[in-house]
């Protein structure tokens, strides 16, 4: 089983570019179809790895294999993920002066970053479909990017405010339509 789960995270550290939520899509697709954990939990963990500090991708493969195999598992899965990462940056750092003013790999970038933003777009529409999100909620999300971008907030104000919208949910308004 270890030797599963590193195999499945080391190709989800390999394919994946554009960082953590450029992967959701394939830690989902390696993980939820496989009946390692199920989907509204896989929402759980997506919940709980992004808020915390850290990379994303390393915070949900550590708790995809603490939830598998305990302590041995998470390590196991965080190796699997950031291996490839750091073996591409240390072949970058190696050779950067050969390919610094490469014409082909800045060419190269340029057209990885729509497959990224497509990538990144994918797991948020997948995400508000797997926990419903109505057409009230919905506004939730784009109030908050829209105030990101156009109003310059900071995104820890907005978490700050979530956190207490949902708490006063959870504590006053559920409560009351129970």
């Known amino acids: ?10 190709r989800i550290g390999a394919f994946t ?12 697709r390696e993980v939820v179809d496989r009946g390692w954990i199920g989907k509204e939990e ?6 709980v790895a992004q808020s915390l500090p850290g990379i994303f991708a390393v915070n949900i493969s550590i708790f ?3 939830r598998l195999k305990k302590i041995p598992g ?13 073996v591409i940056i240390l072949l970058i750092a190696l050779f950067f002066t050969h390919v610094q003013d490469n014409v082909w790999v800045e060419k190269i970038f340029k ?13 948020c529409i997948t995400t508000a479909r ?3 999100l109505s057409y009230k909620t919905i506004a939730i999300p784009i ?26 949910y959870g504590i006053y308004i559920k409560k009351n339509k129970v």
Not at 111 to 123: D, H, K, N, T
């Open 42 to 47: 896989f929402v759980d963990l997506f919940a």
């Open 143 to 168: 109030i908050a990017a829209l105030l990101i971008w156009l109003a310059g907030v900071s995104p820890v104000y907005i978490i700050l405010a979530a956190g207490i919208g949902g708490i006063i």
């Open 74 to 86: 998470s390590i196991v899965c965080a190796l699997g993920t950031v291996l490839p990462s750091f």
């Open 1 to 10: 089983m270890y030797w599963t789960l590193f195999l499945t995270f080391l």
């Open 111 to 123: 057209g990885l970053r729509p497959a990224v933003v497509a990538l990144i777009a994918v797991p």
């Open 130 to 132: 797997s926990i419903k």
């Open 17 to 28: 570019i554009g960082g953590g939520y450029a992967m959701l899509p394939l830690i989902q």
């Open 64 to 66: 995809t294999g603490y």
